[in-house]
């Protein structure tokens, strides 16, 4: 079989992007945080993307999957920090934190993917909700007052270990996720998953009718999402704080950035989670330092503008424009 | 005893229960005329419970002074909101509405904010309370309930009364239909949402009467779930379905408090929580048409 190699063309704008922000965060002093936010950013709107792009079904509990991989992450490590094992730790925190993910999507997307629309959103947020009160009321993992496990982690990796990896890798592994995500992204898209969810997209009874499996392929895709959610949240969250906080790390307000995100740059395109990842990160950045306080104040009524505006996403947008010049076969 | 406080507790409940109920009745009217989850709906409440806290402090009056002026205001912001920002959403895809009304949520959060600050504020209303064999029920407590149940008498004599509550239930069956036989339903979409989003306001007037703590500009996401609960439960576009599972959500609330307190070594508080989105769950899963409208 020829491998298909110009179906990953899009990805080069992609991977320059990615490539560009990197040198400039290790090159550039004090940029690395700045970079490290955006690459966050990027990645969680890539890996939302995958679900609620493709799908076009809305996850306002998108959160308790990032959610899933920091407890997974935290557990592994207080766990097993004794053993001797070293950063071989970390993988197994991250194992389990994206098993755990993907767990949590199964069983979401065993019951609420038979939901639509509102419905789907709305239970979505039960599910969420609902996890995190059942940590905190039943007091597993700590409960309320979650995990700390800062000591175990220079335990188990040593004190200078322990700062590079939540200053320095814990960020690189943000921007190999993201690169990963992109991947699948377009490997789904240029594939029969991707078909068949943009027959479901567009018209999801007759897409059953035609005798495309829906349920099989939206669960493929949340799973997916949902384990990118998790390697993320065991990266980005837990070896970055070194703690797990409950009302944090299920707090709405992160599904609603990556809604944000992934509406902005264009949903169900490559290159959309990016553009919006950027344009939202940098935006807050900069808001934070000439209107502290007022940021939200700010943001909101722009996001009601967009919303209504351009519902496209700037990618969208794009790529109406790009539609039979040379660009096109780069920009999905 | 522990029957007593069972008792004392349901009491408790069913009073917070009806003014749960008047909270979500708008959230369902919209979700039902208007096919759009206001996912910033708490936030309307929030509203309420400021312009009684300024009337209360500013002007001197008693609370129940600030219900027709949360009612107006509301309906203003509503009509406001629904020609400026929701006219355009209702039928987008729910990516777009539910963002929409989220980010209004927290366009209202912030004014709020910047004009009273963020540390929680309260004020006291001490007309008296009645002694019950097995509970102690203050009398602005009383003076809420009595009011929800009035709110909720009157939303429902004027949506299966009046010339334009049945249009509007006409447009909740068939929005095609209602226009060929000449309902305004661009007004009628307008109407719906600016009364559900004053109902909504209006609501937080009686909820300040609730909250011992005081009230600060975030409060309103709570109540947001809490609505979404409840709306499912009474299932989803039907108003006063809404306000007999505010009853129910308020006594399971209350009486689910006692027993999880029972068991040692969990916090009973969280418990409950938990609960309600189990029950949110389980009906979406088998019965989307919520307890008590099930005529479909």
Known sequence: MRLKIEKYYPLLPVYAAYLVMFLIGRTMPGMWQMVALLAFYCAIGQAFNIFLGMTGYVDFGYVAFLAMGTYGMALGITAFHQTGLGIGIMFIGLLLGVVMAALLSLAVGAVALRLRGAYFAIATIGVNEGFRYFVEGARIWGGSEGIIFYGDMTEAFGAETTRLLSTVWADVAVFIIAAMAAFVTIHYMRGKIGYALTALREDEDAAKVMGINVTKYKIIAFITSASFAGMIGAMAWALKLTYVFPPDVFEIHYTIECIIIVLLGGAGTLLGPIVGALIYGLSKYWLAVIAPGFQLLIFAPIIIVIVVAFPEGIMGLVKRRAKGTGWERYII | ?296
Not at chain 2, 200 to 214: D, E, K, N
Request: charged content about 10%.
């Open chain 2, 1 to 296: 005893m522990i029957g007593q406080l069972l008792a004392g507790n349901l009491t408790h409940g069913l009073v917070l229960g009806a003014v749960y109920g008047v909270a979500t009745m708008g959230l369902s009217l919209i979700f039902g005329v208007l096919r759009v989850v206001n996912v910033g709906h708490g936030p309307f409440i929030m509203v309420g419970a400021f312009v009684t806290l300024a009337m209360v402090t500013a002007l001197g009056v008693a609370p129940p002074a600030a219900i027709p002026a949360a009612l107006l205001i509301g309906i203003a912001l509503g009509f406001v909101f629904f020609y400026t920002i929701m006219r355009r959403l209702i039928r987008a895809p729910e990516l777009a509405s539910l963002l929409a009304t989220f980010a209004m949520g927290i366009l209202l959060e912030e004014i709020i904010r910047h004009s009273f600050g963020a540390e929680f504020r309260g004020y006291t209303w001490d007309v008296g309370k009645i002694v019950l064999p097995w509970t102690v029920m203050p009398m602005s407590k009383v003076f809420a309930f009595a009011g929800s149940v009035l709110v909720a008498i009157g939303l429902y004599l004027w949506f299966n009364r009046t010339r334009m509550g049945t249009a509007i239930r006409t447009v909740v069956e068939d929005s095609e239909g209602a226009r060929v036989c000449g309902v305004n339903v661009g007004w009628s979409y307008a109407v719906s949402f600016a009364i559900g989003i004053g109902i909504t306001v209006m609501s937080g007037v009686f909820l300040t009467m609730f909250i011992p703590v005081g009230i600060n500009p975030y409060m309103g996401g709570a109540y947001t779930l809490k609505a979404f609960v409840i709306a499912v439960l009474g299932g989803l576009t039907s108003p006063y379905g809404a306000f007999f599972a505010g009853l129910i959500f308020g006594l399971i609330e209350n009486g689910s408090y006692v027993l999880f307190a029972l068991i040692p070594g969990v916090e009973p508080f969280a418990l409950t929580r938990f609960l309600t989105f189990v029950i949110l769950l389980i009906i979406l899963l088998i019965r989307p048409t919520g307890l008590l409208g099930a005529k479909k």
